[in-house]
Protein backbone atom coordinates (compact mmCIF):
# COMPACT_ATOMS: atom_id res chain seq x y z
CA UNK A 1 0.00 0.00 0.00
CA UNK A 2 1.07 3.44 -0.32
CA UNK A 3 1.02 6.46 2.96
CA UNK A 4 2.01 9.51 3.11
CA UNK A 5 1.89 11.72 6.72
CA UNK A 6 2.18 15.04 6.78
CA UNK A 7 1.80 17.08 10.41
CA UNK A 8 -1.93 18.05 10.51
CA UNK A 9 -2.10 21.94 11.47
CA UNK A 10 0.99 24.44 11.61
CA UNK A 11 0.88 27.73 12.92
CA UNK A 12 3.72 30.97 12.04
CA UNK A 13 3.68 34.71 11.64
CA UNK A 14 3.81 36.80 8.89
CA UNK A 15 7.29 37.20 7.70
CA UNK A 16 8.72 34.09 8.98
CA UNK A 17 9.48 30.52 7.67
CA UNK A 18 7.91 27.41 7.89
CA UNK A 19 8.82 23.96 7.02
CA UNK A 20 5.89 21.23 6.44
CA UNK A 21 7.14 17.39 6.14
CA UNK A 22 6.01 14.70 4.40
CA UNK A 23 7.03 10.80 4.85
CA UNK A 24 6.06 8.25 2.94
CA UNK A 25 5.77 5.04 2.53
CA UNK A 26 4.96 3.46 -1.55
CA UNK A 27 5.23 0.72 -3.65
CA UNK A 28 7.27 2.38 -6.43
CA UNK A 29 8.17 6.17 -6.37
CA UNK A 30 8.60 8.40 -8.94
CA UNK A 31 8.58 11.55 -7.50
CA UNK A 32 7.12 13.96 -4.86
CA UNK A 33 5.23 16.69 -5.66
CA UNK A 34 3.08 19.75 -3.48
CA UNK A 35 -0.05 21.19 -3.80
CA UNK A 36 -1.76 24.04 -2.26
CA UNK A 37 -5.71 24.69 -1.46
CA UNK A 38 -7.22 27.58 -0.18
CA UNK A 39 -10.55 26.92 1.37
CA UNK A 40 -13.18 25.96 -0.91
CA UNK A 41 -10.56 26.16 -3.80
CA UNK A 42 -9.07 24.06 -6.01
CA UNK A 43 -5.82 22.41 -5.06
CA UNK A 44 -2.82 24.01 -7.18
CA UNK A 45 0.18 21.92 -8.15
CA UNK A 46 3.23 24.49 -6.57
CA UNK A 47 6.20 21.78 -7.22
CA UNK A 48 7.57 18.79 -8.17
CA UNK A 49 10.90 16.77 -7.09
CA UNK A 50 11.90 13.67 -8.86
CA UNK A 51 15.76 13.78 -7.94
CA UNK A 52 17.08 14.29 -4.18
CA UNK A 53 17.84 18.05 -3.60
CA UNK A 54 16.21 21.59 -2.78
CA UNK A 55 13.92 23.34 -5.65
CA UNK A 56 13.05 26.48 -5.37
CA UNK A 57 10.57 28.53 -6.99
CA UNK A 58 10.10 32.39 -5.72
CA UNK A 59 9.26 32.22 -1.67
CA UNK A 60 8.59 28.53 -2.04
CA UNK A 61 11.19 25.38 -2.05
CA UNK A 62 10.85 21.61 -2.03
CA UNK A 63 12.83 19.32 -1.05
CA UNK A 64 13.41 15.59 -1.36
CA UNK A 65 15.80 12.61 0.28
CA UNK A 66 14.84 9.66 -1.25
CA UNK A 67 16.53 7.32 1.04
CA UNK A 68 14.70 8.63 3.60
CA UNK A 69 11.23 8.71 2.16
CA UNK A 70 10.85 12.43 3.36
CA UNK A 71 10.59 15.47 1.61
CA UNK A 72 9.39 19.04 2.47
CA UNK A 73 7.66 22.12 1.62
CA UNK A 74 9.74 25.42 2.90
CA UNK A 75 7.24 28.50 2.69
CA UNK A 76 9.48 31.69 3.13
CA UNK A 77 8.20 35.41 3.78
CA UNK A 78 5.27 34.20 4.85
CA UNK A 79 2.01 35.78 3.86
CA UNK A 80 -1.71 35.88 5.04
CA UNK A 81 -2.19 34.21 1.55
CA UNK A 82 -0.35 31.55 2.53
CA UNK A 83 -3.43 30.17 5.06
CA UNK A 84 -4.06 27.03 3.39
CA UNK A 85 -4.17 23.68 2.93
CA UNK A 86 -0.93 21.79 1.81
CA UNK A 87 -1.03 18.43 0.34
CA UNK A 88 2.26 16.35 -0.58
CA UNK A 89 1.31 13.51 -3.24
CA UNK A 90 3.43 10.91 -4.89
CA UNK A 91 3.34 9.35 -7.93
CA UNK A 92 4.61 5.69 -8.47
CA UNK A 93 3.46 2.43 -8.17
CA UNK A 94 1.93 0.30 -11.00
CA UNK A 95 0.24 3.00 -12.42
CA UNK A 96 1.06 6.75 -12.46
CA UNK A 97 -2.24 8.01 -10.54
CA UNK A 98 -0.97 10.67 -7.86
CA UNK A 99 -1.94 9.61 -4.33
CA UNK A 100 -2.34 12.86 -2.00
CA UNK A 101 -1.11 13.11 1.82
CA UNK A 102 -3.06 13.89 4.95
CA UNK A 103 -2.52 17.38 4.29
CA UNK A 104 -1.80 20.54 6.63
CA UNK A 105 -3.82 23.46 7.47
CA UNK A 106 -1.00 26.49 7.70
CA UNK A 107 -2.56 29.29 9.53
CA UNK A 108 -0.60 32.25 8.84
CA UNK A 109 -0.90 34.95 11.63
CA UNK A 110 -0.46 38.52 11.89
CA UNK B 1 -5.33 28.92 -20.94
CA UNK B 2 -4.19 26.59 -17.72
CA UNK B 3 -8.05 26.63 -17.23
CA UNK B 4 -10.16 23.74 -16.25
CA UNK B 5 -13.92 24.41 -15.77
CA UNK B 6 -16.39 22.55 -14.00
CA UNK B 7 -20.41 22.79 -14.10
CA UNK B 8 -22.48 23.13 -11.68
CA UNK B 9 -20.68 24.91 -8.73
CA UNK B 10 -23.56 23.47 -6.37
CA UNK B 11 -25.86 20.46 -6.68
CA UNK B 12 -28.66 18.86 -4.61
CA UNK B 13 -30.06 16.10 -5.82
CA UNK B 14 -31.99 13.40 -4.04
CA UNK B 15 -31.47 9.96 -3.76
CA UNK B 16 -33.74 8.66 -6.61
CA UNK B 17 -32.09 11.35 -9.30
CA UNK B 18 -29.90 11.25 -11.78
CA UNK B 19 -27.43 13.94 -12.33
CA UNK B 20 -23.89 15.02 -14.35
CA UNK B 21 -21.00 16.72 -13.59
CA UNK B 22 -19.22 18.46 -16.20
CA UNK B 23 -15.63 19.20 -16.84
CA UNK B 24 -13.79 21.14 -19.64
CA UNK B 25 -10.39 21.95 -20.61
CA UNK B 26 -8.58 23.48 -23.55
CA UNK B 27 -5.25 22.89 -22.52
CA UNK B 28 -4.73 19.55 -25.10
CA UNK B 29 -4.12 17.37 -22.33
CA UNK B 30 -4.58 13.89 -22.64
CA UNK B 31 -5.44 12.86 -19.07
CA UNK B 32 -8.37 13.80 -17.20
CA UNK B 33 -9.42 12.59 -13.91
CA UNK B 34 -11.98 12.81 -11.10
CA UNK B 35 -11.85 13.00 -7.54
CA UNK B 36 -14.06 12.95 -4.40
CA UNK B 37 -12.85 15.16 -1.76
CA UNK B 38 -14.30 15.09 1.89
CA UNK B 39 -13.83 18.36 4.25
CA UNK B 40 -10.23 18.33 5.96
CA UNK B 41 -9.17 14.95 3.86
CA UNK B 42 -7.41 14.95 0.79
CA UNK B 43 -8.78 14.11 -2.42
CA UNK B 44 -9.60 10.86 -3.50
CA UNK B 45 -8.59 9.58 -6.63
CA UNK B 46 -11.75 8.09 -8.65
CA UNK B 47 -11.18 7.59 -12.09
CA UNK B 48 -8.29 8.19 -14.77
CA UNK B 49 -8.92 8.52 -18.36
CA UNK B 50 -6.05 8.49 -20.54
CA UNK B 51 -6.35 9.42 -24.02
CA UNK B 52 -10.43 9.28 -23.95
CA UNK B 53 -9.92 6.09 -22.75
CA UNK B 54 -10.93 4.89 -18.86
CA UNK B 55 -7.14 3.56 -17.58
CA UNK B 56 -7.87 3.27 -13.89
CA UNK B 57 -11.20 2.71 -11.85
CA UNK B 58 -10.65 3.01 -7.88
CA UNK B 59 -13.38 0.41 -7.23
CA UNK B 60 -15.41 3.26 -7.24
CA UNK B 61 -19.27 2.16 -6.50
CA UNK B 62 -21.32 1.64 -10.42
CA UNK B 63 -23.90 4.56 -9.16
CA UNK B 64 -21.26 7.02 -10.14
CA UNK B 65 -20.22 6.71 -13.99
CA UNK B 66 -17.52 8.74 -15.99
CA UNK B 67 -17.78 9.31 -19.65
CA UNK B 68 -15.23 11.17 -21.76
CA UNK B 69 -16.78 12.50 -24.86
CA UNK B 70 -13.70 13.60 -26.66
CA UNK B 71 -9.79 15.21 -25.30
CA UNK B 72 -11.57 18.05 -23.81
CA UNK B 73 -14.72 17.14 -21.91
CA UNK B 74 -15.01 14.70 -18.81
CA UNK B 75 -18.67 13.41 -17.56
CA UNK B 76 -19.48 11.90 -14.27
CA UNK B 77 -23.31 10.55 -14.39
CA UNK B 78 -24.68 10.53 -11.12
CA UNK B 79 -27.47 7.74 -9.78
CA UNK B 80 -29.12 6.38 -7.07
CA UNK B 81 -26.53 7.90 -4.95
CA UNK B 82 -26.20 7.87 -1.37
CA UNK B 83 -26.36 10.59 1.32
CA UNK B 84 -22.56 9.72 2.14
CA UNK B 85 -21.64 10.59 -1.45
CA UNK B 86 -21.99 14.29 -0.39
CA UNK B 87 -18.88 15.80 -0.68
CA UNK B 88 -16.64 18.31 -3.58
CA UNK B 89 -16.47 16.55 -6.77
CA UNK B 90 -12.94 17.97 -8.52
CA UNK B 91 -11.73 17.44 -12.40
CA UNK B 92 -8.29 17.45 -13.08
CA UNK B 93 -6.17 16.73 -16.17
CA UNK B 94 -2.56 16.66 -17.17
CA UNK B 95 -0.59 17.00 -20.00
CA UNK B 96 -0.40 13.35 -20.12
CA UNK B 97 -0.52 10.31 -17.73
CA UNK B 98 2.66 10.03 -16.96
CA UNK B 99 2.93 13.43 -16.29
CA UNK B 100 0.06 12.93 -13.80
CA UNK B 101 2.80 14.53 -11.09
CA UNK B 102 1.28 18.26 -12.28
CA UNK B 103 -2.52 18.41 -12.47
CA UNK B 104 -4.44 21.42 -12.89
CA UNK B 105 -7.56 21.25 -11.06
CA UNK B 106 -10.87 23.01 -11.63
CA UNK B 107 -13.08 24.86 -9.13
CA UNK B 108 -15.33 21.73 -8.33
CA UNK B 109 -18.89 21.05 -7.49
CA UNK B 110 -20.29 20.55 -4.23
CA UNK B 111 -22.66 18.03 -4.44
CA UNK B 112 -25.53 17.22 -1.48
CA UNK B 113 -27.29 14.15 -1.48
CA UNK B 114 -30.36 14.35 0.11
Known amino acids: GQSLEQPSEVTAVEGAIVQINCTYQTSGFYGLSWYQQHDGGAPTFLSYNALDGLEETGRFSSFLSRSDSYGYLLLQELQMKDSASYFC???????????FGTGTLLAVQP | DTEVTQTPKHLVMGMTNKKSLKCEQHMGHRAMYWYKQKAKKPPELMFV???????INESVPSRFSPECPNSSLLNLHLHALQPEDSALYLCASSSTGTLAYEQYFGPGTRLTVT
Open chain 2, 49 to 55: YSYEKLS
Open chain 1, 89 to 99: AVTGGATNKLI
